[in-house]
C-alpha cells in the first residue's frame, strides 16, 4: 500500500493564496506504478469531491469550480503532487484529501483543512 502525506492547509482571506504538498511513500514497486495522483476535498455531511488530478503523462482534470484559479503538479520524482491554490474563496473552505492509485489500489492522506474567511 502507498502512504500519503499531506501539508500546507491553513486559514487564508479571500482572495489569497494556499498551496498543498503531499509526499507518497512506501514499496519502490508501488510508488513507480502510481497513476494518477490528485486531490479532493469534502465538507462536512457532503460527498468528497474531486478537485483536480494529473496522471504520469501531465495530464490534467480540474472540477469546474476551480478551473483557472488552482493548478496541480507533480514533483520530478512522480510521488509528490501539489496543489497551488489563488483566488481563494470561503466555498473553498473544506478538508483536502490527497488521492493517489497504484496498480489498482486507492490510497487517501488523513486529509488537511483549508478554511477561507471572507
Known amino acids: 500500500q502507498v502512504q500519503l502525506a499531506e501539508s500546507g492547509g491553513g486559514l487564508a482571506q479571500a482572495g489569497g493564496s494556499l498551496r498543498l504538498s503531499c509526499a507518497a511513500s512506501?514499496?519502490?514497486?508501488?510508488?513507480?506504478?502510481?497513476?494518477?495522483m490528485g486531490w479532493y476535498r469534502q465538507a462536512p455531511g457532503k460527498q468528497r469531491e474531486m478537485v483536480g488530478t494529473i496522471t504520469k503523462g501531465d495530464s490534467t482534470n480540474y472540477a469546474d469550480s476551480v478551473k483557472g484559479r488552482f493548478t496541480i503538479s507533480r514533483g520530478n520524482a512522480g510521488n509528490t503532487v501539489f496543489l497551488q491554490m489563488n483566488s481563494l474563496n470561503a466555498e473553498d473552505t473544506d478538508v483536502y484529501y490527497c488521492y493517489s492509485r497504484s496498480y489498482g489500489d486507492d490510497s487517501w492522506g488523513q486529509g488537511t483543512q483549508v478554511t477561507v474567511s471572507s
Open positions: 512506501g514499496s519502490i514497486f508501488r510508488l513507480k506504478a502510481i497513476d494518477p
